[in-house]
């Protein structure tokens, strides 16, 4: 007979799936912090919104929330990136070939 039910749950508890191994933390910070420097200002300030959101959603322990906030936030890093890019290279063409008189 047994005499303790709950003690026999909690062994089950950790046997079936409690110790679920931690993802890694991607938020993508290094980078949306770097495409702050490009000429693309509301692109990057959104993306570093995005990455401080999802490693706070890592610090709640929303695993899957934090995946998709710093997926959006590579997104749009990379998007901010070559915008920055591609302003820069389009200034510097147009400020050479011009003639000044």
Known sequence: MNTKPSLDRSS???KKGE???IPPMRNYLCLTMF?????AW??????LVFSVLAQRSY???DYDGSKRLGRKALHLGIVSFVIGLVIITVYTIVHFTTDVV
């Open 12 to 14: 089950d508890l950790v």
């Open 19 to 21: 110790a679920q191994e």
């Open 35 to 39: 495409t702050c420097f490009c000429p």
């Open 42 to 47: 509301p692109i990057n300030i959104v993306a």
């Open 59 to 61: 610090d709640e322990q």
